[in-house]
Every structure is written in C-alpha cells, then in structure tokens.
C-alpha cells in the first residue's frame, strides 16, 4: 500500500518543514496538485515549489496535473524533480500523445479520470500507464465529501488490471480518510492520497501507519485484493 499525503492541505508557510513531516512520518510519496485555474477554478503551486521541494526531501513526488495545457509544463516538472506526470483524461484526442510524452522524459505514468467521465474511456491507455488516479471528488479543492458512487469505478480498473495482466497501481484521490481507504481498499485501490486527513492530524506517523495498516488489511478481504500489490 502506498500513502500519499497532498501538500494542497500542509501549511503554506512552511512547505520545507511539511514535507519534512511527511517524510518522518513515513509517507511512500508526496502528492502534488498543479492547479491552472482553467481547468479547475482553483490556483495551487508551479515547478518552482516543486523544485524547492526536491531539493528537501527524497520522498517521491506524485505531480497531478489539473490543468488544461499541460503540453506546456512536462518538461519544466520533470526537470524541477517530479517523479510521477499525471494527466486528465478529459483532455481527449491529446490524451494518448501526452502519456508518450511523459514516457520519453523517462517518468512514471500517470492518468487520472473525474467523477462524472465513464470509467470505460480509461480502456484505450491502460497498458501505457503506471498509475490510474481515480478521483473520487470532483478536482479543484481539498477538503470535500468522498463520493461512495466511485467504488465500482475502482472495482473495474482492479478487475482489468487482472484480466489483462497489468501492473498499475490504482490511486484514489479526494476525501480519502480511514474510512474511505478502507472501502477503496476493499475496492481494489492500492493507492491513497489523502490532503486533510494526514496533514491536518497532529500526530502524522500514527495517522500514516493507520491508513496503511487499515488499507492492507481491507484489501485481503476485498474483492480486489487478489491483484493488489504490497
Ligand atoms: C483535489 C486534489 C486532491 C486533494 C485531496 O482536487 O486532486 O489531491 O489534495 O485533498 P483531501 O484529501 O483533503 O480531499
Ligand atoms: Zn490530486
């Protein structure tokens, strides 16, 4: 199981001590939302926080591209440090030429798909991806409700991911607290990021070895949990 906490919920006073806490606390990686304004109505970080960033931590950076030009910015996040590059599938026709893109700059994979869009659109790409980020609020802000009606979204891409022999990893983002990583887990994600639970807990280690612990355990039991990985 892989936790990680979105800087979109740290303290942005301080980003150098928070993923610092992150790290201490164990995390696997560190969730980075780049928000562009167009694509969702909200603002967050450019590279140059990322570049920060990697210069103080060796957590992986999982960078989640909300934006409606992304052409623009892989080359600059992945020479600011990101490890991971994920796009929305939302962005259409260009989808298939922007996770090339994203492979040639030697980074992990990744494509992540909104509430409202068919889980099926995600079929075409699945063996080009290291990572499907399925969101499970609608993208913009932090802080809001998880919705339950993603559940068999995570059911499917896990079922694929099995049927086809593919290897990934399936990431749930947006109201992911105890609760819902469990029923993500059970679901087939492996994957968790969570902004406001973690780094709004007072004690991150503890709140990370829960979420982990919860998530693994719920993933034996689930209908998922067969294909799901460490
Ligand atoms: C939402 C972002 C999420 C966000 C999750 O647009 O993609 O990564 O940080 O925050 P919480 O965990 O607070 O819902
Ligand atoms: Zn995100």
């Known amino acids: 199981m892989i936790i990680a906490?979105?800087?979109l919920a740290s303290k942005y006073d301080r980003f150098g001590q928070e993923v610092a806490r992150a790290e201490r606390a164990r995390a696997d990686w560190l969730h980075v939302d780049i928000m562009d304004g167009h694509f969702v109505p909200n603002l967050s970080f450019g590279p140059g926080?990322?570049?920060?960033?990697?210069?103080?931590?060796?957590l992986r950076l999982d960078v989640h591209l909300?934006?409606?030009?992304?052409?623009?910015l892989l080359e600059p996040f992945q020479q600011a440090g990101a490890d991971h590059l994920t796009v929305h599938l939302e962005l259409g026709e260009r989808v298939g030429g922007l996770l090339w893109k994203i492979?040639?700059?030697?980074?992990?994979?990744?494509?992540?798909i909104n509430p409202p869009t068919?889980?099926?659109?995600?079929?075409?790409?699945?063996?080009?991806i290291d990572l499907l980020n399925v969101m499970?609020?609608?993208?913009?802000?932090?802080?809001?409700?998880?919705?339950?009606?993603?559940?068999?979204?995570?059911?499917q891409a896990a079922a694929w991911r099995r049927e086809k022999q593919l290897a990934y990893r399936?990431?749930?983002?947006g109201g992911i607290n105890f609760d819902t990583a469990v029923e993500c887990a059970r679901a087939g994600a492996d994957t968790f990021v969570s902004g406001t639970c973690l780094?709004?807990?007072?004690?991150?280690?503890?709140?990370?070895?829960?979420?982990?612990?919860?998530?693994?355990?719920?993933?034996?039991?689930g209908a998922g949990g067969r294909g799901s990985r460490a």
Do not use: W, Y
């Open 5 to 7: 906490p979105s800087l």
């Open 49 to 58: 926080v990322v570049k920060r960033l990697r210069s103080r931590t060796r």
């Open 66 to 72: 909300m934006c409606l030009r992304p052409e623009i």
């Open 103 to 112: 492979r040639s700059l030697g980074l992990k994979v990744g494509l992540a």
């Open 118 to 128: 068919d889980v099926r659109n995600v079929l075409p790409f699945l063996d080009q």
């Open 136 to 155: 499970t609020v609608n993208p913009g802000f932090g802080g809001q409700a998880f919705i339950h009606e993603m559940l068999p979204k995570i059911q």
């Open 170 to 173: 399936i990431e749930v983002d």
């Open 199 to 221: 780094f709004g807990s007072r004690q991150m280690t503890r709140a990370v070895a829960t979420m982990r612990r919860l998530a693994a355990k719920a993933a034996k039991g």
